[in-house]
């Protein structure tokens, strides 16, 4: 069974930065197309950022785009999200996802493999 941890979480001043990190426990990260999602009190989860299984292509929510960079290391199983300039609104548990279709990460919340959240927190 596919296991996604999350890390990298806390409690940051707005204009700050964060890495989340998104380990897998099995050689399936390298095969899968990787992402993360978010979910804010009181909303619906909402996609954040994806990257294909080699790493060569990536696609990001517009309210990320240009702040936020997603990468991935297969040797290492594990999965990235930079984040920089934050704001209040990116205030949300954000969620690792494994999925085998790349395009379905912005069409679909129907993942094939969720971890269960890491919280970030921008003060303002």
């Known amino acids: 069974q596919v296991q996604l941890v999350e890390s990298g979480g806390g409690l940051v001043q707005a204009g700050g930065s964060l890495r989340l990190s998104c380990t897998a426990s099995?050689?399936?990260?390298?095969?899968?197309?990787m992402g993360w999602f978010r979910q804010a009190p009181g909303k619906e989860r909402e996609f954040v950022a994806a990257?294909?299984?080699?790493?060569?292509?990536?696609s990001y929510s517009s309210s990320v785009q240009g702040r936020f960079t997603i990468t991935r290391d297969n040797a290492q199983n594990t999965m990235y999200l930079q984040m920089n300039s934050l704001k209040s609104e990116d205030t949300a548990v954000y969620y690792c996802?494994?999925?085998?279709?790349?395009?379905?990460?912005?069409?679909?919340?129907?993942?094939?493999?969720w971890g269960k959240g890491t919280l970030v927190t921008v003060s303002s």
């Open positions: 996802a494994a999925n085998w279709i790349y395009s379905e990460f912005q069409t679909s919340h129907t993942m094939d493999h």
């Open positions: 099995t050689r399936i990260f390298g095969s899968s197309a």
């Open positions: 990257i294909t299984w080699n790493g060569g292509t990536t």
